[in-house]
């Protein structure tokens, strides 16, 4: 885990998370391991990476070799997750991948990969389905996003081939460098094309400044997303300008919606994390279920050796709090989990994608919206 670097506010969550979850197992005694013939209880070691890829390399050597752990989950980030995998995969073992969400940590031959998250190019492909069906005539696309690490052009271009299938053009496809601060160039070409659906991912905080920055600006756009929205830093940092922007989340608080098959029903999971609904971020979220996932895993191998975890984990189909998990049974990647798409609605995030569970319908254009919000 990053307990320091750039990575370090989701790392820390994550590992709330994951020590929520073992306190949990183990004021039921562990978990229970037939081939032992006994419950084991659970304890999290865990290092610094300090946000830095060949740190996790060596930290991952560490815990599988001198600590001998039992189940190895892997960092916050995907280039960390990356890293990390490539030190299991040669190693023959298997990684619990609850932080590393692009595709390619499933496309490079790497062995015993669990994804819990869906997988990045996934994150928005609803949003162009969004703006149609309260725009049919919308077409013109515009993205942004960091040059360095997969991420979020992954993300980016998992969002455009959606959307070019629904006649979108895009009109404007930029990188940035992570160190900018000073977007103003680049907007300035987002005003003058006016698209209909606009998207910016990066780092967090390029998010945060890019996002800041725009609504601070009497911007013609029909959709404005960012990843970084759902967070709670988001809110704090954009204030009201947040009204009526749009981001992806692998997680929101749906009690009545989510029933769940194996573990804590969200309304618990929130108690264990003892926060607010509204004030989880996802990462907290998503490595408990991860511990969930390695814990049903043990449970239905009876065993802690890799492969037969592997097995047990590429058959499963269930639902936890977090939703449905569901693993492509030849490479690990996420099939089963989807995100869904949050808005800044009257100062609260709202579920607006997919229909079936949305608690509100989109609010667009983004540009009318803000200036009444105003």
């Known amino acids: 885990m990053s307990l320091t670097g750039q990575f370090s506010v989701q790392s820390k969550q994550a590992l709330r998370g ?17 081939d ?16 830095i890829p060949a740190s996790t390399r060596d930290i991952t050597r560490q815990l599988l070799l001198e600590d001998k752990v039992d ?6 980030a995907s280039s960390l997750a990356l890293a990390s995998a490539e030190v299991v995969s040669s190693a023959g073992r298997l990684l619990w991948n609850q932080g590393g969400a692009v595709d390619t940590i499933h496309q490079r031959g790497y062995r015993w990969i669990i994804s819990i998250l869906s997988s990045a190019s996934t994150y928005l492909q609803g949003l162009p389905h969004l703006v149609k069906e309260s725009d049919r005539s919308a077409s013109r696309l515009a993205l942004v996003y960091a ?5 979020s052009r992954t993300v980016a271009e998992g969002m455009e081939r959606e959307a070019i299938d629904l006649g979108f053009e895009t009109v404007l496809k930029q990188e940035f460098p992570v160190t900018m601060s000073n977007f103003s160039m680049l907007i300035d070409s987002v005003d003058k094309i006016r698209p209909d659906l606009f998207l910016g991912v990066g780092r967090i905080h390029n998010d945060l400044i890019l996002a800041r920055q725009m609504s601070q600006r009497n911007l013609n756009i029909g959709a404005l997303a960012f990843v970084g929205t759902p967070i709670r830093e988001f809110r704090s940092t954009l204030g009201q300008n947040r009204e009526g922007i749009l981001g992806p989340s692998q997680w929101e608080f749906l009690d009545s919606s989510v029933l769940p098959e194996y573990g804590p029903t969200p309304r618990e999971v929130v108690n264990l994390l003892g926060s607010e609904a509204d004030q989880l971020d996802y990462p907290e979220v998503q490595s408990f279920a991860a511990g969930l996932i390695a814990q049903r895993s043990i449970e239905e191998s009876g065993s802690l050796s890799p492969e037969s975890l592997w097995e047990a984990a590429a058959g499963l189909d269930f639902r936890t709090f977090y939703g449905r998990f569901k693993i492509n049974p030849k490479t690990g990647q996420q099939i089963g989990h989807k995100p869904v798409i949050v808005q800044w609605q009257r100062g609260e995030k709202t579920v607006v994608w997919p229909v079936e569970i949305r608690q509100s319908r989109l609010l667009f254009p983004w540009s009318d919206y803000r200036i009444n919000a105003e």
């Open 71 to 76: 189940l190895l989950f892997g960092p916050y």
């Open 147 to 151: 040059s360095s690490g997969g991420f």
């Open 36 to 51: 032992r013939g006994r419950k084991i209880p659970v304890r999290v070691c865990h290092y610094d990476d300090r946000s």
């Open 18 to 34: 994951l020590e929520a979850w073992s306190n949990w197992v183990n004021r039921q005694g562990g978990i229970w391991v037939a």
